[in-house]
């Protein structure tokens, strides 16, 4: 079978090796758990619980703060302690309510007593808003408004996105072996809201046991298929994977359902499974602890809200001092300068290196060797691009297409003078972004 | 008394704490490749190794003493400028290394010692540096210090004699093949493709240059966009216009001499100063190619190579100007608007 990809990317090492073999094991977190009001994209979500109240594990205690937004709800049952700004991953003070665990996860009413084929299409969809669920890869995008296009009937194509092509993460890696049943379903349930869509689980070639699996569980699934990636980065990337399973391409002005598709996360598509059919709603995730500066990498069933240090020690501490902790993977993670912020639904991994390689080289003068233009999966030139941003050249900066970058960071990690492209293009997109929202 | 002071000190050795447990933070991406700027630039020098070897082999030890003295210039150039213009010293990278090396490989073994020197000053301090160092030239400095050299003394320049060998007593000083071949004389070429005849210290050996470019082109330091454009694209007009057609000696001694390996996989490919796309690098192939068959057929002289890359460096802006590439997902702006 061919295999689907795109032009561009980049092999970094993948260091999957240190905790891809290691089971998933749940853990209880030990302190307060801490819930940021804002976790996903969109307008923040608003608080409805008060100081001093108890809450059940899955009762809703922030209510969605607009349309495109999303409830949270509690992890474990306990007493509000309160609502307060606590830092967050991105390292902004954001609102949060703080919930202090009795230890008994007493559980709240489930989402819904009906089962999945007694449910109507808007039921469903009520259920996965109900649940808080937001893409789990990293943007943290509210699902259910991803799975109310306007025009769904000429949505025809759902892809579950197992590619994973962060290096070192390995949660999607184990949920798919662990619970692979939930995952086809989670599909199926998706494409019940789209009659005339197919499901493709798109999977990286480097993990051949989970492709084979998923086509032993999907045979005799006429609707469902599934692809064989080539493995490299950013082939998780939105846009790249669209154009890989289907050969369509989108821009940056164009939404997946442009192009006939959408695009979710493996936990995701697990989280809606579970909140459909036993209207659970989205309060663990899977976080892979790893790094070569921790002593025990593994993958942990964690709920959210707990303290990002407590992982560390239950993975048996570092053995050496860390250089760098970032929560997610090393190409699109947040670097944390403190440990104690909370695991929120879009935290994917703690990874935690001796090394810090962007302090170790000194960015020097560009020599247009065009090894970031070869990489760039949006066909940009992002030398010249980050030269315009740079100077804050807008005019030149939008003529070269700046706007379309993904900002997936391949040009930073290829440059042999390591220059700071991706940051350069970042800053300027921001700059660009605020200004026509202002107009 | 004691007590307040113990106090303090643990209230300072708690924020001295703190301030270790922080971790430096950086925008993503968080690793980097191991590819860097002077692993290129060595690799460069490394593939230059067997033809500049064969020349020291085939000129003798003046081609050594050259080449040595060209580098050595390029590398105190680059040095004392950073030195008087106090910046950082950028000797570490060997770009300084690669052009030295390629203006001794494009001298003449009979020049006289000083021609490296003014070749290097202007290769380092004139071309390269005035202009804000590496990354800023619009000229290949090798190249521009050969022409500069030229132009400047065609004399020595152009004189090919030389002693064969480490112990060869008998000058030999015969026209370069290229020149015999404008002049209508035949070529041995088998002899030009190992390199056993007059030139300057590193364009005679073909087979040399052809190692080193395709080890290039292996390790993808360069591709083969520029290099393969370029050659094919001056065969096929010297094949047109040379008017001798498609005879093989003709086109065989236009391809193996004058320079056109050590420039097609050496200089015009030098990052710099070629366009940075693709599409914009066969343009500027195909044009070299064409510069040079001009320069070649109709020229004066019989070798057009390094005046051709120094025009095509010229171009290169504009080149860059018309193949700026459509990005991932484009539509065309009639479409939009609709």
Same mark, same amino acid.
């Given at each position: 079978? /061919?295999?689907f990809?795109?032009?561009?990317g980049?092999?970094?090492f993948?260091?999957?090796a240190?905790?891809?073999?290691?089971?998933?094991?749940?853990?209880?977190?030990?302190?307060?758990?801490?819930?940021?009001?804002?976790?996903?994209?969109?307008? #923040?979500?608003?608080?409805?619980?008060?100081?001093?109240?108890?809450?059940?594990?899955?009762?809703?205690?922030?209510?969605?703060?607009?349309?495109?937004s999303?409830?949270?709800?509690?992890?474990?049952?306990?007493?509000?302690?309160?609502?307060?700004?606590r *830092?967050?991953?991105?390292?902004?003070m954001?609102?949060?309510?703080?919930?202090?665990?009795?230890?008994?996860?007493?559980?709240?009413?489930p989402?819904?007593?009906?089962?999945?084929?007694?449910?109507?299409?808007?039921?469903?969809?009520?259920?996965?808003?109900?649940?808080?669920?937001?893409?789990?890869?990293?943007?943290?995008?509210?699902?259910?408004?991803?799975?109310?296009?306007?025009?769904?009937?000429?949505?025809?194509?759902?892809?579950?996105?197992? +590619?994973?092509?962060?290096?070192?993460?390995?949660?999607?890696?184990?949920?798919?072996?662990?619970?692979?049943?939930?995952?086809?379903?989670?599909?199926?349930?998706?494409?019940s809201?789209?009659?005339?869509?197919?499901?493709?689980?798109?999977?990286?070639?480097?993990?051949?046991d989970c492709?084979?699996?998923?086509?032993?569980?999907?045979?005799?699934?006429?609707?469902?298929?599934?692809?064989?990636?080539?493995?490299?980065?950013?082939?998780g990337?939105?846009?790249?994977?669209?154009?890989?399973?289907?050969?369509?391409?989108?821009?940056?002005?164009?939404? #997946?359902?442009d192009?006939?598709?959408?695009v979710?996360?493996?936990d995701?598509?697990?989280?809606?499974?579970? /909140?459909?059919?036993?209207?659970?709603?989205?309060?663990?995730?899977?976080?892979?602890?790893?790094?070569?500066?921790?002593?025990?990498? *593994?993958?942990?069933?964690?709920?959210t809200?707990?303290?990002?240090s407590?992982?560390?020690?239950?993975?048996?501490?570092?053995?050496?001092?860390?250089?760098? %902790? %970032?929560?997610?993977?090393?190409?699109m993670?947040?670097?944390?300068?403190?440990?104690?912020v909370?695991?929120?639904?879009? =935290?994917?991994?703690?990874?935690?290196?001796?090394?810090?390689?962007?302090?170790?080289?000194?960015?020097?003068a560009?020599?247009?060797c065009?090894?970031?233009?070869?990489?760039? #999966? +949006?066909?940009?030139?992002?030398?010249?691009?980050?030269?315009?941003?740079?100077h804050?050249?807008?005019?030149?900066?939008?003529g070269?297409?700046?706007?379309?970058?993904?900002?997936?960071?391949?040009?930073?990690?290829?440059?042999?003078?390591?220059?700071?492209?991706a940051? &350069?293009?970042?800053?300027?997109?921001?700059l660009?972004?605020?200004?026509?929202k202002?107009k | 008394?004691?007590?307040?002071?113990?106090?303090?000190?643990?209230?300072?050795?708690?924020?001295k704490?703190?301030?270790?447990?922080?971790? =430096?933070?950086?925008?993503?991406?968080?690793? *980097?490749?191991?590819?860097?700027? &002077?692993?290129?630039?060595?690799?460069?020098?490394?593939a230059?190794? #067997?033809?500049?070897?064969?020349?020291i082999?085939?000129f003798?030890?003046?081609?050594?003493i050259?080449?040595?003295?060209?580098?050595?210039c390029c590398?105190?150039?680059?040095w004392?400028?950073?030195k008087?213009?106090?910046?950082?010293?950028?000797?570490?990278?060997?770009?300084?290394?690669?052009?030295?090396?390629?203006?001794?490989?494009?001298?003449?073994?009979?020049?006289?010692?000083?021609?490296?020197?003014?070749?290097?000053?202007?290769?380092?301090?004139?071309?390269?540096?005035?202009? !804000?160092?590496?990354g800023?030239?619009?000229m290949?400095?090798?190249?521009?210090?050969?022409?500069?050299?030229?132009?400047?003394?065609?004399?020595?320049?152009?004189?090919?004699?030389?002693?064969?060998?480490?112990? !060869?007593?008998?000058?030999?000083?015969?026209?370069?093949?290229?020149? *015999?071949?404008?002049?209508?004389? +035949?070529?041995?070429?088998?002899?030009m493709?190992?390199?056993?005849?007059?030139?300057?210290?590193?364009?005679? &050996?073909a087979?040399?240059?052809?190692?080193?470019?395709?080890?290039?082109?292996?390790?993808?330091?360069?591709?083969?966009?520029?290099?393969?454009?370029?050659?094919?694209?001056?065969?096929?007009?010297?094949?047109?216009?040379?008017?001798?057609?498609?005879?093989?000696?003709?086109?065989?001694?236009?391809?193996?001499?004058?320079?056109?390996?050590?420039?097609?996989?050496?200089?015009?490919?030098?990052?710099?100063?070629?366009?940075?796309?693709?599409?914009?690098?066969?343009?500027?192939?195909?044009?070299?190619?064409i510069?040079?068959?001009?320069?070649?057929?109709?020229?004066?002289?019989?070798?057009?190579? &390094?005046?051709? %890359?120094?025009?095509?460096?010229?171009?290169?802006?504009?080149?860059e100007?018309?193949?700026?590439?459509?990005?991932?997902?484009?539509?065309?702006?009639?479409?939009?608007?609709?």
């Open positions: 079978m /061919a295999l990809t795109f032009r561009g980049v092999h970094p993948d260091g999957k240190l905790s891809k073999d290691k089971p998933i094991e749940e853990y209880k977190p030990k302190g307060d758990l801490v819930y940021p009001l804002s976790q996903h994209i969109g307008a #923040p979500a608003k608080a409805i619980v008060e100081k001093g109240q108890r809450v059940l594990m899955g009762e809703r205690i922030a209510e969605a703060g607009g349309f495109v999303a409830c949270i709800c509690a992890s474990v049952s306990g007493t509000v302690k309160g609502i307060e700004k *830092r967050t991953v991105t390292g902004d954001v609102d949060c309510i703080i919930i202090e665990n009795d230890g008994f996860y007493e559980k709240a009413e989402l819904t007593d009906k089962t999945f084929e007694q449910m109507s299409r808007e039921e469903v969809l009520a259920v996965i808003r109900d649940a808080g669920i937001t893409g789990m890869g990293g943007a943290g995008f509210p699902t259910h408004v991803k799975l109310s296009p306007k025009e769904p009937e000429k949505i025809d194509t759902i892809i579950v996105n197992c +590619s994973e092509c962060e290096p070192y993460l390995t949660s999607d890696y184990r949920k798919m072996l662990e619970e692979p049943d939930k995952l086809v379903h989670g599909l199926e349930i998706m494409l809201l789209f009659d005339n869509a197919r499901g493709v689980l798109a999977v990286e070639d480097n993990k051949p492709i084979k699996l998923l086509k032993e569980k999907t045979a005799g699934k006429e609707r469902i298929s599934v692809a064989a990636l080539k493995t490299k980065y950013p082939q990337s939105e846009r790249q994977l669209i154009f890989a399973v289907t050969g369509r391409e989108i821009n940056s002005k164009m939404l #997946p359902a192009a006939g598709c959408v979710n996360n493996t995701t598509v697990i989280a809606i499974n579970n /909140a459909v059919t036993e209207g659970e709603p989205l309060i663990h995730r899977i976080v892979t602890v790893t790094g070569d500066a921790v002593k025990d990498p *593994r993958n942990f069933k964690v709920y809200g707990t303290d990002y407590e992982l560390i020690e239950a993975a048996g501490g570092f053995v050496t001092e860390p250089a760098k %902790i %970032i929560s997610g993977g090393p190409m993670g947040f670097a944390m300068f403190d440990l104690h909370p695991v929120t639904k879009s =935290s994917s991994a703690l990874l935690c290196m001796s090394t810090d390689e962007v302090a170790k080289w000194e960015p020097s560009c020599i247009n065009g090894r970031c233009v070869d990489v760039c #999966p +949006s066909r940009l030139i992002p030398s010249h691009i980050a030269d315009h941003a740079a804050f050249n807008e005019e030149e900066f939008l070269l297409y700046g706007m379309e970058c993904v900002e997936c960071g391949c040009c930073s990690y290829v440059c042999p003078a390591k220059r700071q492209l940051q &350069s293009i970042k800053t300027m997109r921001r660009v972004m605020a200004k026509r202002k | 008394m004691s007590d307040t002071e113990n106090k303090e000190k643990t209230a300072g050795e708690k924020m704490e703190t301030a270790q447990l922080l971790k =430096s933070v950086s925008p993503t991406p968080h690793v *980097r490749d191991k590819v860097s700027t &002077s692993y290129l630039m060595g690799m460069v020098i490394a230059l190794m #067997p033809a500049e070897i064969y020349g082999w085939h003798g030890p003046r081609a050594l050259i080449t040595l003295i060209s580098i050595a590398i105190f150039f680059e004392g400028f950073d008087i213009i106090k910046k950082k010293s950028t000797v570490g990278d060997l770009s300084c290394v690669v052009t030295g090396l390629l203006l001794a490989m494009n001298l003449p073994v009979a020049v006289p010692l000083w021609i490296p020197v003014i070749g290097a000053f202007v290769a380092i301090v004139v071309v390269k540096m005035l202009f !804000g160092g590496l800023q030239n619009f290949n400095p090798a190249l521009g210090a050969r022409c500069f050299l030229v132009l400047s003394f065609a004399r020595y320049m152009t004189d090919f004699s030389y002693k064969p060998g480490w112990g !060869g007593a008998d000058v030999v000083s015969s026209a370069t093949p290229l020149a *015999r071949l404008k002049a209508g004389e +035949s070529v041995d070429l088998m002899q493709f190992i390199g056993n005849e007059g030139g300057t210290i590193g364009e005679t &050996s087979v040399a240059l052809l190692l080193g470019g395709v080890f290039l082109i292996a390790c993808s330091v360069i591709t083969w966009h520029v290099s393969l454009c370029y050659i094919v694209s001056l065969l096929a007009f010297t094949a047109v216009f040379g008017g001798r057609g498609f005879d093989i000696t003709y086109l065989g001694g236009q391809l193996y001499g004058g320079g056109l390996m050590l420039g097609a996989f050496f200089m015009a490919t030098d990052y710099v100063t070629r366009p940075i796309t693709r599409k914009g690098q066969v343009i500027y192939g195909i044009f070299l190619g510069l040079t068959g001009i320069f070649r057929v109709f020229g004066p002289g019989a070798e057009g190579v &390094s005046y051709a %890359i120094i025009i095509g460096n010229l171009i290169v802006p504009l080149i100007k018309i193949t700026v590439p459509r990005h991932f997902g484009y539509k065309k702006p009639a479409k939009e608007v609709a």
